[in-house]
């Protein structure tokens, strides 16, 4: 007879989206009390600058991705992903991942091949069912497992280059990931949930925003200062737009399910804007970066580990009063953000503080309501 599998450890999504959560909160608690001057991170670690956003990113951003693409390959190939004792394992390499780095730099190549594991996993069974289509995900896993490692041996000293840009670029790449999926889920997700709606969509149209995509990001890296960089970027952002307008965003408007989605993707547009203005010195890069990370990557994520969550666990795909608040919060944070960019001196620090805050909430309030539903069997018994 087989063994009951514990709830927590049914599918991918269920430990990672709570680990996710949960750590965005220490993390964004932490880098607060660094800047303050009371942080509790050892002497001699990571700056606390780049600590942040290596941890929003590794450790918060591309855990949901472990856990989205753990319980989506299952749902797309139909074969089995780690579940069990195997998906335990495989969270608690993660947690000596963020924790082993606390206290000795020889714990990093725990975390450095956190990903490129998830990637050999799923990537297995993508070409399994030969559904090439789909390869772009572990592809990318293992490129932001690359990043990984070459940001920890920049910022140790062992190679020298600019610790940032493997930052920057695995930022990039993880919004390449919510371009290439988002584009497929969130004007599907609309027209399915609202009869009759008529969308524009096309496929070239939309190939080329990918494609334009990928390229603003290479020149932005290669060379961020540059007139025809910033002529890239801004059309790239220009035509994001148009085709999240042809989702029709409005028509979503009273479904806070599907306006989180169009609201992030909307950041994803205006991040590509700023990003070339950023090329041309009429704005600072930190706010293009942060429009990717905090109001799309934080948006889509919140939005999507709500909605995944729901589905998975066998319940009714509708975004209550607690959703509601976190999608809000999340979106309120990216304003404030963007305002506090402006300010300076104790301002500075008191919107910085409530943006944090905000998010802190957002996130707080999701393990508040999903934690029981994550440990708890599927409503409809179903596995997963």
Known sequence: MPKKTIPLFALG?????LLAAFWSVVAILEWLMELSGSGIRGIGSIPGIQWHAHEMIFGFAT?????FSLTAVRSWTGLETPKGRSLMLLAIFWIAGRLGPLFSSYFVIIDILFLPIIAMIIGKLILQRNMMRNLFLPLILSVLGVLNGLFYMSAYGHISIDSNAPLIS???????IEIMIGGRVIPSFTANAIVGLKQFRNKSFAALAVALSAASFLLWTLFPVSVITALICILTGILQFIL???WKPLAA?????LWILHAAYFWISLGFILLGLSSLGLASMYIALHAFGIGATGGLIIGMITRTAMGHTGRLIKAGAIEVSCYVLVQVTAVIWMVAHLTVGVWFHFTIGLAGICWCLAFILYIYK???WLTKPRLDGQPG
């Open 370 to 372: 999903y934690f029981p």
């Open 244 to 246: 999240l307008l042809g």
């Open 63 to 67: 855990t949901v991705v472990a856990g």
């Open 253 to 257: 408007r009273s479904k806070p399910i």
């Open 13 to 17: 999504f269920r430990p990672f989206y």
């Open 170 to 176: 695995s930022l990039f790449l993880i919004v390449m």
